[in-house]
T-cell receptor, first 117, second 114 residues
Framework: GAVVSQHPSWVICKSGTSVKIECRSL??????MFWYRQFPKQSLMLMAT?????????EQGVEKDKFLINHASLTLSTLTVTSAHPEDSSFYIC?????????????FGPGTRLTVL | SQKIEQNSEALNIQEGKTATLTCNYT??????LQWYRQDPGRGPVFLLL?????KEKRKERLKVTFDTTLKQSLFHITASQPADSATYLC?????????????FGKGTRLSVIA
């Protein structure tokens, strides 16, 4: 199946700093990627849809200025958590659907654990 | 309103038994439904897809059924093993577009006890 990678796998930062998370599609081109957040023992929460070459589409309640998404190429989307605070600590997962995939399944990255002190 | 619900938040089962997980949906008419496995601290991994015209799909010890009348899918793991312990998520594509995000249930955390 298609492979999606994320970097870093975990990050610890001080409150007020910004953190960038990269999501790459390794063996396919992704015009669209999705960013999710997941709190412990909670379900996946879709944050935004990242569109290559255009602005991201954010879900209701997600602050655009806080979670900056850039989809500069067909294989890379980045999520920047700006001025991070402890309540932003979570597990962030990116995902893509392969348009020509046999099952239209969604491929997920391994996730990034963000801890804000 | 539209909902996708997995009835059990957690399910404990004895090793060797069959685990059955339930996924119900409301106000959707999906052409297919998917099941994923998520281990702690990892992203979900695709397991199986079943189409609306398929009653049952199997893959090794996994079996999925899809009843569009009941608006329900059942996910079975036969001869369960401790290694099957994980959270299992059902998902559907509300637009049947192939390039919009899937809608996921909250998941059922399965624990297989040796």
């Amino acid at each position: 199946g298609a492979v999606v990678s994320q970097h870093p796998s975990w990050v610890i930062c001080k409150s007020g700093t910004s953190v960038k998370i990269e999501c790459r599609s390794l063996d396919f081109q992704a015009t669209t990627m999705f960013w999710y957040r997941q709190f412990p023992k909670q379900s996946l929460m879709l944050m935004a849809t990242s569109n290559e070459g255009s602005k991201a589409t954010y879900e209701q309640g997600v602050e655009k200025d806080k979670f900056l998404i850039n989809h500069a190429s067909l294989t890379l989307s980045t999520l920047t958590v700006t001025s991070a605070h402890p309540e932003d600590s979570s597990f962030y997962i990116c995902s893509a659907r392969v348009p020509s995939g046999a099952y239209n399944e969604q491929f997920f990255g391994p996730g990034t654990r963000l801890t804000v002190l | 309103s539209q909902k996708i619900e997995q009835n059990s938040e957690a399910l404990n089962i004895q090793e060797g038994k069959t685990a059955t997980l339930t996924c119900n949906y409301t106000n959707y008419s999906p052409a297919y439904l998917q099941w994923y496995r998520q281990d702690p601290g990892r992203g979900p991994v695709f397991l199986l897809l079943i189409r609306e015209n398929e009653k049952e799909k199997r893959k090794e010890r996994l079996k999925v059924t899809f009843d569009t009348t009941l608006k329900q899918s059942l996910f079975h793991i036969t001869a369960s093993q401790p290694a099957d312990s994980a959270t299992y998520l059902c998902a559907l594509d509300p637009w049947d577009s192939g390039n919009t995000p899937l809608v996921f249930g909250k998941g059922t955390r399965l624990s297989v006890i040796a």
